[in-house]
Protein backbone atom coordinates (compact mmCIF):
# COMPACT_ATOMS: atom_id res chain seq x y z
CA UNK A 1 0.00 0.00 0.00
CA UNK A 2 2.75 2.43 0.75
CA UNK A 3 4.75 1.39 -2.32
CA UNK A 4 1.60 2.51 -4.42
CA UNK A 5 0.89 5.78 -2.87
CA UNK A 6 4.73 6.45 -3.41
CA UNK A 7 4.14 5.63 -6.95
CA UNK A 8 1.58 7.89 -7.07
CA UNK A 9 3.23 10.51 -5.97
CA UNK A 10 6.06 10.10 -7.73
CA UNK A 11 3.78 10.25 -10.97
CA UNK A 12 2.78 13.78 -9.42
CA UNK A 13 6.43 14.95 -9.62
CA UNK A 14 6.60 15.26 -13.54
CA UNK A 15 4.00 19.04 -13.81
CA UNK A 16 6.22 20.03 -10.86
CA UNK A 17 9.82 19.19 -12.60
CA UNK A 18 8.32 20.30 -16.35
CA UNK A 19 7.53 24.00 -14.04
CA UNK A 20 10.75 23.76 -11.92
CA UNK A 21 12.88 23.56 -15.09
CA UNK A 22 10.52 25.60 -17.66
CA UNK A 23 13.66 27.53 -18.81
CA UNK A 24 15.52 24.67 -19.46
CA UNK A 25 12.67 23.04 -21.50
CA UNK A 26 12.19 25.91 -23.33
CA UNK A 27 15.74 25.53 -24.32
CA UNK A 28 15.60 21.63 -25.47
CA UNK A 29 12.52 22.45 -27.51
CA UNK A 30 13.63 25.05 -29.69
CA UNK A 31 16.81 22.72 -29.99
CA UNK A 32 14.79 19.67 -31.04
CA UNK A 33 12.77 21.93 -33.24
CA UNK A 34 15.85 23.50 -35.09
CA UNK A 35 17.97 20.10 -35.21
CA UNK A 36 15.35 18.82 -37.57
CA UNK A 37 15.97 20.85 -40.10
CA UNK A 38 19.77 21.85 -39.25
CA UNK A 39 22.08 22.52 -42.82
CA UNK A 40 19.05 22.14 -44.87
CA UNK A 41 18.77 25.26 -47.57
CA UNK A 42 14.59 25.56 -46.85
CA UNK A 43 15.01 24.88 -43.32
CA UNK A 44 11.74 25.05 -40.75
CA UNK A 45 9.92 25.95 -44.13
CA UNK A 46 10.07 21.91 -44.80
CA UNK A 47 7.62 21.35 -41.78
CA UNK A 48 5.00 23.13 -44.21
CA UNK A 49 6.47 21.59 -47.63
CA UNK A 50 5.69 17.77 -46.52
CA UNK A 51 2.16 18.16 -45.24
CA UNK A 52 1.35 20.70 -48.27
CA UNK A 53 2.77 17.73 -50.42
CA UNK A 54 1.23 14.84 -48.44
CA UNK A 55 -2.39 16.85 -49.09
CA UNK A 56 -2.04 17.83 -52.63
CA UNK A 57 -1.17 13.47 -53.36
CA UNK A 58 -3.75 12.42 -51.43
CA UNK A 59 -6.16 14.49 -53.12
CA UNK A 60 -5.07 13.77 -56.76
CA UNK A 61 -4.79 10.50 -55.91
CA UNK A 62 -7.60 9.41 -54.03
CA UNK A 63 -10.21 11.97 -55.39
CA UNK A 64 -8.79 11.72 -59.10
CA UNK A 65 -7.43 8.52 -59.84
CA UNK A 66 -9.52 6.20 -57.67
CA UNK A 67 -12.41 8.20 -56.91
CA UNK A 68 -12.84 7.21 -53.52
CA UNK A 69 -15.52 7.91 -51.23
CA UNK A 70 -15.90 7.77 -47.79
CA UNK A 71 -19.24 5.60 -47.25
CA UNK A 72 -21.29 9.13 -45.39
CA UNK A 73 -22.41 11.90 -47.19
CA UNK A 74 -20.26 15.03 -46.32
CA UNK A 75 -20.92 17.47 -48.60
CA UNK A 76 -17.66 18.01 -49.61
CA UNK A 77 -17.72 15.74 -52.82
CA UNK A 78 -14.48 14.39 -54.52
CA UNK A 79 -12.15 16.02 -52.22
CA UNK A 80 -13.78 14.67 -49.02
CA UNK A 81 -12.26 11.51 -48.60
CA UNK A 82 -8.63 13.13 -49.10
CA UNK A 83 -9.39 15.77 -45.74
CA UNK A 84 -10.92 13.02 -43.93
CA UNK A 85 -8.12 11.15 -44.36
CA UNK A 86 -5.88 13.85 -44.01
CA UNK A 87 -7.32 14.63 -40.59
CA UNK A 88 -6.41 10.95 -39.24
CA UNK A 89 -3.22 11.47 -41.07
CA UNK A 90 -2.26 14.55 -38.98
CA UNK A 91 -3.05 12.49 -35.96
CA UNK A 92 -1.23 9.86 -36.61
CA UNK A 93 1.50 11.17 -37.90
CA UNK A 94 2.25 13.06 -34.78
CA UNK A 95 1.69 10.74 -32.11
CA UNK A 96 4.31 8.69 -34.57
CA UNK A 97 6.99 10.97 -35.69
CA UNK A 98 7.20 11.63 -31.20
CA UNK A 99 7.50 8.29 -30.77
CA UNK A 100 10.17 7.40 -33.57
CA UNK A 101 11.74 10.26 -32.08
CA UNK A 102 12.14 9.21 -28.27
CA UNK A 103 13.20 6.16 -29.02
CA UNK A 104 16.71 7.56 -29.04
CA UNK A 105 16.84 10.59 -27.21
CA UNK A 106 18.01 9.48 -24.41
CA UNK A 107 20.79 6.82 -25.70
CA UNK A 108 21.58 10.13 -27.72
CA UNK A 109 22.17 12.26 -25.04
CA UNK A 110 24.60 10.17 -22.74
CA UNK A 111 26.39 13.77 -21.97
CA UNK A 112 23.11 14.69 -19.88
CA UNK A 113 22.54 11.28 -18.92
CA UNK A 114 25.83 11.10 -16.37
CA UNK A 115 24.95 14.36 -14.83
CA UNK A 116 23.82 13.84 -11.77
CA UNK A 117 21.68 17.14 -11.35
CA UNK A 118 20.19 16.90 -15.17
CA UNK A 119 16.26 16.27 -14.90
CA UNK A 120 16.23 12.98 -17.46
CA UNK A 121 12.43 13.34 -17.54
CA UNK A 122 13.00 16.69 -19.58
CA UNK A 123 14.34 14.61 -22.67
CA UNK A 124 10.87 12.64 -23.79
CA UNK A 125 8.57 15.60 -22.75
CA UNK A 126 11.14 18.22 -24.87
CA UNK A 127 10.83 16.02 -27.84
CA UNK A 128 7.05 15.33 -27.58
CA UNK A 129 6.44 19.10 -27.18
CA UNK A 130 8.45 19.94 -30.38
CA UNK A 131 6.44 17.12 -32.35
CA UNK A 132 3.08 18.58 -31.60
CA UNK A 133 4.89 22.19 -32.21
CA UNK A 134 5.92 21.27 -35.41
CA UNK A 135 2.70 18.99 -36.58
CA UNK A 136 0.40 21.88 -35.65
CA UNK A 137 0.92 22.46 -39.74
CA UNK A 138 -1.09 19.81 -40.16
CA UNK A 139 -4.00 21.26 -39.18
CA UNK A 140 -3.45 24.54 -40.30
CA UNK A 141 -3.61 22.69 -43.90
CA UNK A 142 -5.84 20.29 -42.56
CA UNK A 143 -8.10 23.79 -41.59
CA UNK A 144 -7.36 25.71 -45.35
CA UNK A 145 -8.36 21.98 -47.00
CA UNK A 146 -11.87 21.80 -45.06
CA UNK A 147 -12.53 25.73 -45.84
CA UNK A 148 -11.89 25.03 -49.52
CA UNK A 149 -13.73 21.61 -49.94
CA UNK A 150 -16.55 21.62 -47.79
CA UNK A 151 -16.95 25.56 -47.97
CA UNK A 152 -17.70 25.96 -44.54
CA UNK A 153 -16.28 26.63 -40.67
CA UNK A 154 -18.07 25.58 -37.71
CA UNK A 155 -17.44 26.85 -33.91
CA UNK A 156 -16.34 23.13 -33.05
CA UNK A 157 -13.45 23.46 -34.73
CA UNK A 158 -12.24 25.50 -31.44
CA UNK A 159 -12.80 22.08 -29.55
CA UNK A 160 -9.96 20.54 -31.26
CA UNK A 161 -8.09 21.08 -28.46
CA UNK A 162 -9.86 18.88 -26.24
CA UNK A 163 -8.96 16.62 -28.67
CA UNK A 164 -5.11 16.76 -28.63
CA UNK A 165 -4.85 16.87 -24.99
CA UNK A 166 -5.42 13.22 -24.69
CA UNK A 167 -3.33 12.73 -27.86
CA UNK A 168 -0.42 14.98 -26.32
CA UNK A 169 -0.94 12.79 -22.90
CA UNK A 170 -1.38 9.44 -24.75
CA UNK A 171 1.95 10.04 -26.56
CA UNK A 172 3.79 11.61 -23.66
CA UNK A 173 3.31 7.96 -21.88
CA UNK A 174 4.47 6.11 -24.88
CA UNK A 175 7.31 8.23 -25.35
CA UNK A 176 8.59 7.90 -21.84
CA UNK A 177 8.30 4.21 -22.12
CA UNK A 178 9.96 3.58 -25.46
CA UNK A 179 13.07 5.87 -24.83
CA UNK A 180 13.86 4.04 -21.49
CA UNK A 181 13.71 0.64 -23.06
CA UNK A 182 16.03 1.66 -25.85
CA UNK A 183 18.67 2.16 -23.00
CA UNK A 184 18.46 -1.41 -22.61
CA UNK A 185 17.30 -3.07 -25.80
CA UNK A 186 19.01 -1.52 -28.75
CA UNK A 187 16.44 -3.49 -31.20
CA UNK A 188 13.80 -1.38 -29.59
CA UNK A 189 13.62 1.26 -32.45
CA UNK A 190 13.25 -1.53 -35.02
CA UNK A 191 10.28 -3.27 -33.07
CA UNK A 192 8.71 0.47 -32.71
CA UNK A 193 9.07 0.77 -35.92
CA UNK A 194 7.07 -2.60 -36.94
CA UNK A 195 4.61 -2.12 -34.13
CA UNK A 196 3.69 1.94 -35.67
CA UNK A 197 3.02 0.47 -39.55
CA UNK A 198 0.83 -2.59 -37.73
CA UNK A 199 -0.50 0.34 -35.50
CA UNK A 200 -0.82 2.80 -38.89
CA UNK A 201 -3.53 -0.41 -40.53
CA UNK A 202 -5.47 -1.07 -37.22
CA UNK A 203 -5.88 3.04 -36.64
CA UNK A 204 -9.19 4.18 -39.16
CA UNK A 205 -7.25 6.37 -41.60
CA UNK A 206 -7.66 5.42 -44.82
CA UNK A 207 -10.99 3.57 -44.29
CA UNK A 208 -14.50 4.76 -41.99
CA UNK A 209 -14.75 1.71 -38.54
CA UNK A 210 -18.20 1.28 -40.12
CA UNK A 211 -16.51 -0.10 -43.45
CA UNK A 212 -14.91 -3.01 -40.70
CA UNK A 213 -17.27 -5.87 -39.99
CA UNK A 214 -18.97 -5.62 -36.32
CA UNK A 215 -17.44 -8.79 -35.15
CA UNK A 216 -13.91 -7.33 -36.30
CA UNK A 217 -14.45 -3.46 -34.91
CA UNK A 218 -13.34 -4.16 -31.01
CA UNK A 219 -9.35 -3.88 -31.50
CA UNK A 220 -9.73 -1.60 -33.49
CA UNK A 221 -11.95 0.48 -30.46
CA UNK A 222 -8.99 -0.57 -28.52
CA UNK A 223 -6.80 1.69 -29.83
CA UNK A 224 -6.86 5.15 -28.25
CA UNK A 225 -6.13 6.57 -31.64
CA UNK A 226 -9.62 5.49 -32.93
CA UNK A 227 -11.43 7.26 -30.58
CA UNK A 228 -9.57 10.63 -30.85
CA UNK A 229 -9.17 10.63 -34.65
CA UNK A 230 -13.08 9.71 -35.07
CA UNK A 231 -13.99 13.00 -32.49
CA UNK A 232 -11.49 15.03 -34.29
CA UNK A 233 -13.40 14.42 -37.39
CA UNK A 234 -16.35 15.25 -35.70
CA UNK A 235 -15.69 18.43 -34.27
CA UNK A 236 -13.39 20.10 -37.26
CA UNK A 237 -14.84 18.39 -40.42
CA UNK A 238 -18.21 17.19 -39.70
CA UNK A 239 -19.59 20.60 -37.21
CA UNK A 240 -20.64 17.99 -34.71
CA UNK A 241 -20.18 18.02 -30.59
CA UNK A 242 -17.75 15.14 -29.54
CA UNK A 243 -19.04 12.11 -28.29
CA UNK A 244 -18.20 13.16 -24.38
CA UNK A 245 -17.89 9.33 -23.22
CA UNK A 246 -15.70 8.15 -25.83
CA UNK A 247 -13.26 11.58 -25.36
CA UNK A 248 -13.26 10.92 -21.33
CA UNK A 249 -12.63 7.21 -21.70
CA UNK A 250 -9.88 8.44 -24.30
CA UNK A 251 -8.45 10.82 -21.60
CA UNK A 252 -8.63 8.34 -18.63
CA UNK A 253 -6.97 6.06 -20.82
CA UNK A 254 -4.11 8.65 -22.12
CA UNK A 255 -3.74 9.28 -18.34
CA UNK A 256 -3.13 6.00 -17.34
CA UNK A 257 -0.69 5.14 -20.22
CA UNK A 258 1.21 8.33 -18.76
CA UNK A 259 1.31 7.46 -15.22
CA UNK A 260 2.65 3.89 -16.45
CA UNK A 261 5.42 5.32 -18.45
CA UNK A 262 6.34 7.83 -16.39
CA UNK A 263 6.48 5.32 -13.31
CA UNK A 264 8.78 3.01 -15.79
CA UNK A 265 11.12 5.75 -16.65
CA UNK A 266 11.70 6.96 -13.02
CA UNK A 267 12.12 3.37 -11.98
CA UNK A 268 14.67 2.56 -14.80
CA UNK A 269 16.60 5.84 -14.94
CA UNK A 270 18.52 5.06 -12.28
CA UNK A 271 20.55 2.23 -14.48
CA UNK A 272 21.07 4.51 -17.53
CA UNK A 273 24.08 5.97 -16.34
CA UNK A 274 25.76 2.39 -16.03
CA UNK A 275 24.22 0.92 -19.48
CA UNK A 276 25.19 3.63 -21.51
Known amino acids: ?113 KKVIFPLEILPLSQTIASFAVGMVWFFLLFLGTVFVFGKLSFTMLLLPLILLPLFLFTLGVSFFVSSLSVYVRDTPYLVGVLLQILFFMTPIFYPIAAIPERFRWPLRLNPLTILIEEARKVFLYGELPDWRFLGAALLISLLVLHLGFLWFHKTKKGFADVL
Open 1 to 113: MLNTLRDILDFRRLPGIAFANRSLLWQFVKRSVSARYKGSVLGLFWSFVHPMMMLCVYTFVFSVVFKSRWGVDTGGGRGAFAIIMFCGLALFNIFSEAVNLNCGVVVGNTNLV
